[in-house]
């Protein structure tokens, strides 16, 4: 092969590694943001979780704050005769 072509062949190589180390370096970056997301949608999900157990819990105590209003209502007879 002539100098020139296998100079220019060489040139390209080394040009399309520079490339795909760079693409490496990209792919490393990506990986550890991904990463970084998921830790983060991880915790929002536990966070969620909490919420929705304290809405629970509150939801609960009024229903039985209901029970027992209705209760002294009535032993009081402060309650309509319909309700």
């Known amino acids: 092969m002539n100098d020139k ?7 390209h190589m080394r040009a ?5 180390d760079e ?6 970056v990506v990986k550890s943001r991904l990463t970084n997301i998921e830790l983060s ?8 979780a909490g919420d ?3 809405i629970a ?3 609960a105590r009024v229903d039985r704050l209901e029970e027992r209003l209705a209760r002294i ?3 009081l007879e402060l309650r309509d005769q319909g309700e």
């Open 5 to 11: 072509v296998e100079n220019l062949l060489l040139e």
């Open 16 to 20: 399309l590694r520079a490339k795909q």
């Open 23 to 28: 693409f490496s370096t990209d792919m490393q």
């Open 41 to 48: 949608l991880a915790a929002m999900r536990r966070e969620n």
């Open 52 to 54: 929705a157990e304290s």
């Open 57 to 59: 819990h509150a939801g």
């Open 73 to 75: 209502e009535k032993r």
